[in-house]
C-alpha cells in the first residue's frame, strides 16, 4: 500500500516513459496518456482510467541593468502575445510607484506600448485575498486576454499575491516577476509558489495558508533596485541569502563573513563584483535546491532551514518583524539547537553568531517564547505531513534533519538563546 507521505504522481515516482504499460494498457486514441486497468483492482472497482500527463515547466531567471532604460526594450516587448494589442497590465508596489512611477510610464510610452498600472501596497499586513480580489476587477475592466501576461513589479509580497492571481484568473494566465528588492531577487523571483496570508478564525494569522505552485514565464533581475532600498530592508534580505551560506556553501558564507557589512553600505552597487556573485551564487544554490523538486514531493528541503519556528513569530511578533529577520533570527535558534545537540562547535556557533552581528542580522527576538516556537514546531508538523523535517547545520554549508525536537530540547536551546543575548549586551 503507498502510504500519504510517498505518493506521488507516476512522473515523480520516476516511472519511465517507456515503462508506462505498468499504469495499465494503452488507450489507442491517447496511448501516451490514458492508461485503462480491468484486473488487479481495489475490491468493488469494475474499471479503472489513469490518465498521466507531464506538466511543462520552464522558465528564465535573466539578469539585466537598468531594466527600464529606453536602451532596453526587454519588458516592451518579450512575451508580448500574437493577435493582441501592443499593451502592457503592470502591478506594482506602491513604494516603487513613488520611486519609478514616472520612469515605469515614460518607458512603456517610448515604445508606444499602451499600459495599465494598478498600485498596491507591498506590507505583509496586506498580503490578504482582498488584493486578488483587488486586482481581479482590474483585470476584468482591462479585458486581458488568455496569452497576455500580466507583470508584478515589486518586492516578495507583490511578486506572491499577483503570481497568485494569475494562477486564478481564467484559471492561469502567464505572468512576468520583476523584483525590486533584495529579498525578493534572491527569494520570491526564483521558486514557483505563491499565495497570500490568511486570518483563521481558531489560530489566527497563518503566513501563505492559501497559495499555489506556479511558474511565471521569466523573472528579470535589476540589482540597481536596491540602491534605493535602505539598510533595514537589504539586511531583510542578506538573512535569506546566510540562510543558504549556513546550509549549502562556505563560499557564500564567507563572502559574508569578509565583506557583508560594505556590500549593505553600497548598497550592491560596488565595482568590485563581490555583490554580484553574492546574488548569483544564492540565486544558483536556490534554483539547484528547488529544480528537482519545484512541486515539493520530497518534503525534506534545506531551503526551509530558518522556516520552522518564524511563521508563527513573523505573524505574531510586536513591533512587527520583516520576513527575512524571522528566519534569521529561527537560523540561529536552529544554530544554538546544532550546538546543543553536538552537531557544532562552539567555534562554529560564534562564528556565525559573529558574522551575522557583523552585518547587525537580528540573532534573538523577544517574541521567541516557550509557546510560540511550539506552535511553529507544531504548525510545521503539519505543513511537512506529520513529521518535524527541521535542517539543523552539522557546519557551515553542511545539514541534516531532526524529527524528534521535544518541547524540553526548546526551553533548553531557548535559554542559550537568551544567554548570548545578555552576552551581547554585556560586550556593548
Known amino acids: ?10 512522473a515523480a515516482a520516476g516511472i519511465d516513459p517507456t515503462d508506462f504499460d505498468k499504469l495499465g494498457e494503452r488507450c489507442a486514441r491517447a496511448p501516451r496518456n490514458v492508461f485503462i486497468r480491468t484486473v488487479g483492482l481495489k475490491e468493488g472497482c469494475r474499471k479503472e482510467w489513469t490518465n498521466y500527463y507531464e506538466l511543462p515547466v520552464e522558465y528564465t531567471v535573466e539578469s539585466y541593468q537598468s531594466l527600464f532604460s529606453l536602451d532596453n526594450d526587454t519588458l516592451a516587448t518579450r512575451f508580448m502575445p500574437e493577435n493582441c494589442p501592443r499593451r502592457r497590465f503592470l502591478v506594482v508596489d506602491d513604494k516603487v510607484d513613488e520611486l519609478y512611477g514616472e520612469r515605469i510610464r515614460k518607458y512603456f510610452d517610448h515604445f508606444k506600448v499602451e499600459w495599465r498600472i494598478v498600485v498596491i501596497p507591498g506590507e505583509e499586513e496586506n498580503k490578504r485575498f482582498a488584493l486578488v480580489d483587488k486586482i481581479f476587477e482590474e483585470l476584468c475592466d482591462f479585458g486581458l486576454h488568455r496569452r497576455e501576461p500580466i507583470v508584478a513589479v515589486g ?26 528588492t533584495l529579498l525578493a531577487i534572491v527569494d520570491a523571483s526564483v521558486g514557483v509558489k505563491t499565495g497570500v496570508d490568511y486570518e483563521s478564525k481558531s489560530k489566527g494569522p497563518l ?15 535589476d540589482k540597481s533596485f536596491i540602491a534605493t532600498q ?3 530592508n537589504i539586511r531583510n534580505g542578506l538573512c535569506e541569502i546566510m540562510k543558504l551560506a549556513l546550509v549549502r556553501s562556505e563560499e557564500l558564507f564567507s563572502l559574508l563573513e569578509e565583506h557583508g557589512a560594505r556590500i549593505i553600505a553600497e ?15 544564492a540565486i ?6 528547488l529544480g528537482p523538486n519545484l512541486w515539493e514531493y520530497k518534503l525534506e528541503r534545506c531551503v526551509d532551514y530558518g522556516h520552522s519556528f518564524s511563521k508563527i513569530l513573523e505573524m505574531v511578533a510586536e513591533p512587527p518583524i520583516m520576513h527575512g529577520e524571522a528566519v534569521n533570527v529561527d537560523g540561529f535558534f536552529c544554530v544554538v539547537l546544532s550546538h546543543g545537540r553536538g552537531l557544532i562547535t562552539s567555534e562554529v556557533r560564534d562564528r556565525v553568531k559573529n558574522t551575522m552581528k557583523s552585518m547587525q542580522l537580528p540573532t534573538f527576538h523577544d517574541g521567541c517564547t516557550e509557546d510560540v516556537m511550539w506552535k511553529g514546531l507544531t504548525d510545521a508538523v503539519e505543513h511537512r505531513h506529520g513529521k518535524q523535517r527541521v535542517p539543523l547545520i552539522t557546519g557551515v554549508g553542511s545539514y541534516t534533519f531532526a524529527n524528534d525536537i521535544s518541547m524540553k530540547e526548546i526551553k533548553e536551546a531557548l535559554a542559550e538563546f537568551r544567554d548570548l543575548r545578555v552576552d551581547d549586551k554585556t560586550q556593548t
Request: a negative charge.
Open 155 to 180: 518586492g516578495g509580497v507583490v511578486l506572491d499575491v499577483v503570481g497568485f492571481t494569475a494562477s486564478l484568473y481564467r484559471r492561469g494566465v502567464p505572468y512576468i516577476r520583476v523584483p525590486t
Open 207 to 221: 503566513k501563505n495558508r492559501m497559495g499555489s505552485f506556479y511558474a511565471p514565464c521569466a523573472a528579470f533581475l
Open 267 to 281: 548598497r550592491f552597487q560596488g565595482s568590485d563584483f563581490v555583490a554580484d556573485r553574492v546574488i548569483e551564487l
Open 1 to 10: 500500500m503507498v502510504s500519504g507521505e510517498d505518493f506521488v504522481s507516476p
Open 284 to 289: 544558483e544554490l536556490m534554483l539547484e535546491e
Open 230 to 232: 535602505d539598510e533595514r
